[in-house]
């Protein structure tokens, strides 16, 4: 029980990665907020939690929506009193050309993983200094947030830039004791990567096995798809970690695909 006690807040938690964190969080102790944007699909999530034996809450929550963010974080901190853990992991994928991208599209993208990162941070680091206890604010990067790839340029650009707000939530969070850090995984089988598949294929030419063996996994050391359990053990992790000495990091799973 490494997060006995602890309130963590969830963005994009009703599928994928962010759920399989929660369920971990939940068998650690947390009290978990599943923070989406269909409050059903949250609450639902929440359900699964709390009859594998968790405590949990759905929360409806647009990320890039100021009040919404806001007014979530107040509804947990009206339930528990304090919010100890923000993990920042909803988003989305579009893949496109540089030259064909739609202005729309790259702002949508942006919008969800660096708006979306900023107005929580700010919304649960408010909170925490409230509460006085400290914190851990995890930002869900990627490979891709040292790694470039084609037809990702939105993507590539704002999950390099995950790492910059995490240093500077650092710098401001330490006199609170609120520590920052990026996870930036490899390729891991979820929704948003089955939609990725096709549409790669499409757009490079190729069949849907050549996306997954040439583009998805070519640079691992093993061919193999880092696991939603894989990114969620690297999140207790950086959570569990009692200090601030592991702070302003970004940290790699992605079987080798890159190395730091
Ligand atoms: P997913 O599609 O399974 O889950 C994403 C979740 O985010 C969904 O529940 C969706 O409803 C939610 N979401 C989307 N827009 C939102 C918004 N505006 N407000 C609140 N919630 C919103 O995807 P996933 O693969 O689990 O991705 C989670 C995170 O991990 C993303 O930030 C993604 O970039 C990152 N990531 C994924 C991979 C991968 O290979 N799957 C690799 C590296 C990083």
Redesign the pocket.
């Known amino acids: 029980m490494q997060l006995q006690g602890k309130v963590a807040i969830i963005?994009?938690a009703?599928?994928?990665?962010?759920k399989e964190i929660a369920f971990e969080y939940a068998r650690e102790g947390a009290l978990v907020v599943i923070?989406?944007?269909?409050g059903d699909?949250a609450a639902a999530t929440a359900q699964e939690i709390t009859q594998a034996g968790g405590t949990a809450m759905g929360v409806t929550?647009?990320?890039?929506d100021e009040a919404q963010v806001d007014a979530g974080v107040a509804q947990v901190m009206a339930a528990y009193g304090r919010v100890d853990i923000l993990i920042s992991?909803?988003?989305?994928?579009i893949i496109s050309a540089l030259v064909d991208f739609k202005f729309e599209d790259w702002r949508k993208l942006v919008a969800?993983?660096l708006d979306?990162a900023f107005l929580t941070t700010r919304a649960c680091m408010r909170a925490m200094i409230q509460c006085g206890n400290g914190g851990t604010i995890l930002y869900?990067?990627?490979?891709h947030s040292h790694e470039a790839s084609p037809l990702k340029a939105p993507y590539v650009a704002a999950k390099h830039a995950l790492i910059g707000l995490a240093k500077v939530v650092a710098k401001e969070g330490a006199k609170d004791r609120i520590r920052a850090n990026v996870i930036c995984?490899?390729?891991?089988r979820?929704?948003?990567?089955d939609k990725q598949i096709p549409e790669q294929a499409k757009a490079l030419g190729i069949t849907e096995a050549e996306v997954i063996k040439n583009v998805m996994l070519k640079e691992t050391v093993d061919g193999e798809f880092t696991t939603t359990q894989d990114v969620a053990q690297t999140a207790i992790f950086l959570a569990a970690f009692p200090t601030s000495a592991l702070t302003g990091q970004s940290i790699t799973v992605s079987h080798g695909w890159h190395m730091q």
Not at 140 to 143: E, K, L
Not at 190 to 193: E, K, N, Q
């Open positions: 963005t994009g009703a599928s994928g990665i962010g923070a989406d944007l269909s699909a929550m647009n990320v890039t992991n909803a988003g989305i994928q969800i993983h979306g869900m990067g990627s490979v995984p490899g390729f891991v979820t929704p948003l990567v």
